[in-house]
């Protein structure tokens, strides 16, 4: 397999290299930082120790400087998908944001037997204690090969051992899943922290009537907001539980909108010829049912603009991309049939069957102003930390590379 070159933006760079960590590759601590859990979850978010070569944390993937995404650049995929701690291995899905994702519901079925919730693009893990738990023991991410390594990295950081004792019990370390379980509450304690869902955007600015809209984002925001003229609302509920104020732009369920593989990434990341991802259906509490083969979790749109790549593979890179894409199962124009990032005739989906043919076909096509006005509706929920990430015009992506800083990625040894 080819070895990606692995670069960041000189800004996000810096950042990581003045991170805190000691010259034996431990982070810097203090226990005296660690007296709640989510502060001791804050620490091992940020803590590389946790993965096999010690080159990877949570916040690798999930930047707190990047909308919670992965920033990283490789020289064959870009932003598409991430790479592991041993500095060669490529998922086959990006790496959604973990901002807002406290408040996506457990997985199951709903009252009218619809799957929803849970986290992952296939809602594999329920709850967030569950999803946190994943990716230290993913050969292709964090790479620890069991839970009992996982721990006793953990018991190498005396704070830790503290922090653990006093928050689960001196007894939390007496077997392996219990003190790997406490890891995962603490991460996902964290995860809940208004650290990541500020409601703070231009949008929620404007709903608290602290910030005009301009007349092109008002009618995007109408645009997103009806059921006559876009079906955008559909999936992408713009109310939460209680109301507009905490809208996450999503309803939670699973859909197969027809996205098309994403070839660049299957040519370098090793994945078997013919490959094809399932999606829900390969969930384990889904059984494999054909009916939800090719569906995957709608996705918040708070901080879209500054989280692309999009789709769960990443395959698109623009966020006008996206929105043509929608408008392609409606127009009858050419045009509208060609990928503007390729010049190319739209690729065909990677599994054609349960399409969402009625939601994606239920309102009319829509011209260049409107597709535009979306585009500069989905700029207003960005929140206010990351407004300076935008792209400053359409068809520019957001936080482009500036002056590539090498990274190295050599594997450390255990």
Known sequence: MIKPRIFL????????????????????????DYATLEKLGAALFDDPNLSMNRTMACSTCHMQAAGFSDARESEKVGRDVSLGDDGISLGDRNAPTAAYARFTPPFGKNATGEYVGGQFWDGRASLLEDQAGG????????????????????????????????????????????AYAAMTKA??????SDEFSTFDSKYDRFLRGEEKLTDQEELGRVLISSTQFTNCNTCHEIRG??????????????????????????AVNGSKPGAVDLGLAQNPDVGGDPAQRGKFKVPTLRNVAVTGPYMHNGVFRDLRTVVLFYVKYKSKKPSRQINPETGKTWDAP?????????????????DDKRVDAIVAFLKTLTDRRYEHLLPKEAGQMAVPPAQPVPVNVTPKAP
């Open 241 to 266: 539980a209680r109301g507009l104020e905490d809208g996450l732009f999503t309803n939670h369920k699973y859909f197969n909108i027809g996205v098309p593989a994403n070839t660049a990434v299957r």
């Open 9 to 32: 933006s000189a800004a996000l760079a810096a950042s990581i290299l003045l991170a805190p960590f000691g010259g034996n590759g431990m982070s810097a601590h203090g226990g005296e």
């Open 350 to 366: 990677e599994v054609p069957e349960n399409i969402a043919m009625t939601e994606l076909t239920s309102a009319p096509a829509l």
């Open 135 to 178: 990716p230290p023991l993913n050969p292709l991410e964090m790479g620890m090969p069991d839970k009992a390594s996982v721990v006793k990295r953990l018991r190498e950081n005396p704070d830790y051992v503290a922090a653990l004792g006093t928050q689960f019990g001196n007894d939390v370390f007496q077997s392996d899943e219990t």
């Open 187 to 192: 991460l996902a304690s964290f995860e809940r």
